[in-house]
């Protein structure tokens, strides 16, 4: 099995709650819009080829909680690092549905946790402050749900399947 990638799109509000200056506790929740497409190349069980692809599309409420470490502001910039956790309702998992692969229907988990890292820096320009950031989000918990025969060549040969994104941020403030 490959999987290819594809972009997604997020948008989101932010909470700021300052500790000291220099260290902030951040509640970004969001919407995120992504999708995956699983692809099982060369595969004799499957007799058509649409029944090799599978497009998982994604919809999560996405909550981090973030630890935001500041640097002293320098002119008009003041570059961070962020750390946290996160968790995810994905609005389109179809994990109670009765339907499996066989009915062309592919299942994943409601609820979902991940593991955030990233940087990024704030410009204070004259009406707005705007900061560009990179984020990572990691998945921690198995997503999949495996398909009622055992043997099934969608989810039998997987043992895990974890969500990975990289986030370009743009926040305006």
Same mark, same amino acid.
């Given at each position: 099995?490959?999987? %290819?990638?594809?972009? =997604?799109? #997020? ?10 200056k220099?260290v #902030?506790? !951040?509640?970004?929740? =969001?919407?995120?819009? +992504? ?10 069980? $499957?007799?058509?080829?649409? *029944?090799?692809?599978? *497009? ?11 630890? !935001?470490?500041s640097?002293?502001?320098?002119n #008009?910039?003041?570059? $961070?690092?962020? &750390? =946290?956790? +996160? ?6 998992? #179809?994990?109670?549905n009765?339907?499996?692969?066989f009915?062309? %229907? ?7 946790? $991940?593991?955030?890292? =990233? $940087? ?5 320009? &004259?009406?707005?402050? &705007? %900061? ?9 918990? *198995?997503?999949?749900v ?24 743009? %926040? &305006?403030?």
């Open positions: 099995m490959q999987t %290819t990638r594809s972009l =997604g799109f #997020n948008v989101g509000i932010v909470g700021d709650l300052r500790i000291s220099y #902030n506790l !951040r509640l970004e929740p =969001g919407l995120v819009y +992504a999708q995956r497409t699983l692809v099982y190349p060369d595969n004799p069980l $499957f007799e058509n080829e649409n *029944d090799a692809i599978r *497009d998982i599309a994604s919809t999560y409420i996405y909550v981090p909680l973030l630890v !935001r470490l640097t002293k502001r320098l #008009n910039m003041k570059p $961070f690092v962020t &750390f =946290g956790v +996160a968790t995810a309702l994905n609005l389109s998992s #179809n994990e109670s009765p339907d499996d692969n009915s062309g %229907t592919f299942r994943t988990t409601d609820n979902n946790y $991940f593991l955030d890292v =990233g $940087f990024g820096v704030d410009l204070y320009l &004259f009406w707005f402050k &705007f %900061t560009p950031s990179i984020r990572g989000g990691f998945g921690t918990n *198995d997503e999949i495996q398909d009622d025969r055992p043997n099934s060549p969608w989810t039998g040969n997987i043992d895990r399947l974890r969500s990975r994104g990289v986030f370009l941020n743009f %926040t &305006f403030q």
